[in-house]
DNA sequence: GCGCTTAGCCGCTCA
DNA sequence: TGAGCGGTTAAGCGC
């Protein structure tokens, strides 16, 4: 069911606002507002045509005519009052934890709407580093010829490892997966891994590629790098497999 | 000037969404729709009432009834077209580098809205310089230890300066202060203050980063730059601080 | 274009 | 509560 008003009167405005958020309906707002942003960080936006989203779990969110990113936002779970003043609306949002304010102030409204949206559809994600793992886990080969992996999300001293393993040679070995590009900051990350082990041990680094610089450290480090080819990988798993995946990790969920 | 339609039949809301791509303005699209992404990653998202906004500039976003992010987006710059199928709407959105596609599938419409938002406002982020110079005032400890700050915005020969001091040393300074990275212009900048001195006096140069071009203008005119921590800095001011603040700004409400 | 760093990062998990 | 870490991270800047 949807509910608007188009060039409302600000007080009319403003009663319609607050049956909305009462409710705990989707709220849309088209209108002229500056924002204020109080909190970890501060900022201020002037007066301007804009778009305002409040949503029935008390998300704000802001948008200017261009970029598909807010301007301004909050997540769910804030408090919003709204109030009238001389020639004014005011919506003020307050986050508790941390404490961050929001202060939009309306000049003009050009359209209000408010509606309830019924949902109950499912969202599922393409291959994550998760789900690679899981391929991988089963298909070690595509590591290594003769790996056998021993353990999944493995804690160690300073971490927590993809894999932990034997090479064919009876090494052990960790194994540390990428579903994007490598850089500096995985290699060391499988450093660290390997450093806070008494013995030293064997490094592999899976992704699809390494950046220059990533690479020489991990030569200059001793560890390997292989290469993924992560449709190959994905094509391993059946959509079956991965709704069980999912499954597992949302198990009670519809 | 704002458009709508409510429960409009699927052949009008496709007009009208065509029609408000054409002339490029914001379009907001209430309904029950599917969505499927192929791109750098996949997703799928079954049918469900949810919020469709398209900016002027291509971007695309998708909302669900919970929650501040999109479920969905694309950037700017996306190529969209809407067609009509048997009892469907069809909204093809393809993003040009990386190659991605978002599909979102109408069975019902419930409200489209287009708009021309005008907003020429300005953003300004984080704490401003004078804010900035606020805070430094009373902790000159973290431009150098032992500073003694004597005045601020010293109007100069050539300018007015952030702040004038002494240093641990005896030796007389004069700060400037940025909230951006420091560029050449920053350091020219403060080097026209000292210059316009009868004494060579020191100069420190305080900013979040400083370009490299900067630094070695900087370098051969032997002035000091002192990186600054803005988020620290921020932090320096309590919740307090900002409560009074908020309360000096919003002061009627309740 | 690559690679690196930051972000009101967010959001999740686990000690 | 904090640390670690992945993300369709995005976005900026330097090389």
Redesign the interface.
């Known amino acids: 069911m949807?509910n608007?008003m188009?060039n409302p009167a600000l007080n009319k405005a403003c009663g319609f606002i607050n049956e909305s958020l009462r409710s705990k309906k989707?709220l849309?707002c088209?209108g002229a507002f500056?924002v204020?942003y109080?909190?970890r960080?501060?900022?201020?936006?002037?007066?301007?045509?804009?778009?305002l989203?409040v949503?029935?779990?008390g998300?704000?969110?802001i948008?200017?005519?261009?970029?598909?990113k807010?301007?301004n936002?909050?997540?769910?779970r804030c408090r919003i009052?709204c109030?009238l003043?001389v020639e004014k609306i005011?919506i003020?949002s307050e986050r508790r934890k941390p404490?961050e304010?929001l202060?939009i102030v309306f000049d003009t409204m050009?359209?209000v709407?408010s509606?309830?949206?019924?949902?109950?559809?499912?969202?599922?994600?393409?291959?994550?580093e998760d789900i690679l793992c899981e391929i991988l886990f089963s298909h070690p080969e595509y590591i290594e010829q003769g790996l056998r992996l021993v353990s999944r999300e493995k804690a160690l001293a300073s971490g927590v490892a993809d894999f932990t393993g034997v090479d064919e040679k009876g090494n052990f070995v960790i194994v540390e997966v990428k579903r994007h590009v490598a850089g500096v900051d995985s290699v060391k990350q499988l450093d660290q891994y390997l450093r806070a082990q008494s013995k030293p041990l064997r490094g592999i680094l899976c992704a699809p590629s390494i950046t220059k610089t990533g690479r020489v450290i991990l030569m200059k480090k001793n560890l390997s790098f292989r290469k993924l080819n992560i449709k190959a990988l994905s094509e391993l798993i059946t959509l079956r497999t991965i709704e069980e995946t999912l499954d597992k990790h949302f198990d009670g969920s519809p």
Do not use: C
């Open positions: 949807i608007i188009l989707l849309i088209i500056n204020e109080l909190g960080s501060s900022s201020s936006l002037s007066q301007g045509e804009r778009l989203i949503k029935e779990d998300s704000v969110i948008h200017r005519s261009y970029g598909y807010p301007v936002w909050q997540p769910p009052k109030s003043e005011i003020l404490k304010f202060r050009h359209a709407l509606a309830s949206l019924t949902d109950s559809g499912r969202f599922v994600m393409g291959p994550t």
